[in-house]
């Protein structure tokens, strides 16, 4: 099902929106301003959701921030709040997938060891994109979040790719 077109606030109607990589191109690149910078937006996504379902059996992301705006700004980054459909699974992780799975969060106020470093913030994919994982319970707090519009008091809509 195709991403609904955007309102006169150029964002995507309030509400999740259910979609998969094809649709979210098709809106949310082809049919944006800034063509070449969200090309680049859109294969960070789809190389991380690639990684994602290798390590989460079945979920849902829901896709948000800049990349559902449809503005004359250049969009940073893509946001994406991984939920898994069974916590269990994650808990399941080998050492192995367990780091794959860390390395796909954005971390605050990390501490390197060698070298030495503190860093105010690591995202995933050099900074094209900031991943999130929704705790069991906690999804109407991440639909707000995930809802908040670019105007104070708007909403916007988000994408849903579930797998």
């Given at each position: 099902m195709p991403l609904p077109y955007w309102t006169s606030e150029n964002v995507l109607p309030p509400g999740r929106h259910p979609a998969d990589l094809s649709d979210i191109y098709e809106r949310l690149v082809w049919d944006a301003p800034h063509r070449n910078d969200r090309e680049l937006l859109f294969s960070a996504l789809s190389g991380y959701l690639g990684v994602v379902y290798r390590l989460i059996p079945s979920g849902r992301a829901w896709v948000g921030g800049g990349l559902v705006v449809r503005t004359a700004d250049v969009p940073r980054d893509v946001d994406v709040v991984l939920i898994p459909d069974e916590w269990g699974a994650l808990k399941r992780l080998d050492g192995r997938a367990r780091s794959m799975l860390y390395g796909l969060l954005t971390l605050r106020g990390v501490i390197a060891e060698q070298p030495v470093t503190y860093l105010d913030q690591v995202q995933p994919v050099s900074g094209l994109l900031d991943g999130f994982l929704c705790r069991p319970g906690d999804e109407d707090a991440?639909?707000?979040?995930?809802?908040?519009?670019?105007?104070?008091?708007?909403?916007?809509?988000?994408?849903?790719?579930?797998?």
């Open positions: 991440w639909e707000a979040v995930w809802a908040r519009g670019p105007v104070p008091g708007t909403l916007k809509g988000f994408a849903e790719v579930a797998w």
